[in-house]
């Protein structure tokens, strides 16, 4: 199937309201092609352009990449420093500006070095006011450092007797996560992000829309609520 084939039957009306990317392999990549794997890397902004223009372009509301985990931080010092100044150069307007996205970070961006997290502000505030979708940027983020960040702030809350135990539910675990400003993810993809493409993002939306979402529901109970 080729990529004409392939947009021209996606169903607009089922477009995933929120599409998350692993951005695998930029390293891996780069030394596949006999470069650096810095090199890697400036080509993987070079994708993050092409997918958060296409993802605007069909009607996509949030769009996160996984980009620098906790745990990337046992990376060498030199590639981690060159991340961080890709980071920099990366953060353009035009992208945000040209496509009217809104600029989000998430993750431990204290452990990020001033100038970066500074930017990162910058560019959240110039780009708040744009609406047509939400670029979420994971930066030294990790699920578990997001579960003890969330303990945390409850712990203090029970400690400084502004909550009681009995009030410590699914809600309020979900408003202490940096991600509660956004709908969970409705597709997950992990790629090896130099190589994906636009034909690559249609791929994975279209087999999105041949699933039936059942959340937790049989077959029949999801086809018996369609009638």
Request: glycine fraction near 4%.
């Amino acid at each position: 199937m080729n990529n004409i084939t392939t947009i021209n039957t996606l169903d607009p009306n089922r477009i995933p309201e929120h599409i998350a990317i692993i951005m695998d392999g930029n390293g891996r990549w780069a030394n596949e092609h006999g470069k650096p794997r810095s090199y890697g890397h400036q080509m993987g902004v070079e994708t993050v352009r092409k997918i958060t223009s296409e993802c605007t372009r069909l009607g996509v509301k949030f769009l996160t990449l996984y980009t620098f985990s906790t745990e990337n931080w046992n990376r060498p010092a030199t590639e981690v420093a060159a991340l961080m100044g890709l980071v920099l150069s990366s953060l353009e307007d035009e992208i945000f500006m040209k496509n009217n996205v809104r600029f989000q970070v998430i993750g431990d961006i204290e452990r990020l070095p001033k100038e970066v997290q500074q930017k990162l502000q910058e560019t959240m505030e110039h780009t708040a006011n744009n609406s047509a979708m939400t670029m979420v940027v994971a930066l030294s983020y990790s699920s578990r450092w997001e579960i003890v960040k969330a303990t945390q702030e409850i712990a203090a809350d029970l400690a400084a007797g502004k909550i009681a135990a009995t009030d410590i539910n699914e809600q309020l675990i979900s408003e202490h996560m940096t991600t509660s400003f956004m709908p969970d993810p409705d597709l997950l993809i992990r790629t090896f992000w130099p190589d994906f493409d636009e034909e690559g993002l249609h791929k994975a939306i279209a087999d999105y829309q041949r699933r039936q979402r059942r959340f937790g529901k049989t077959e029949a109970q999801v086809e018996a609520e369609q009638k």
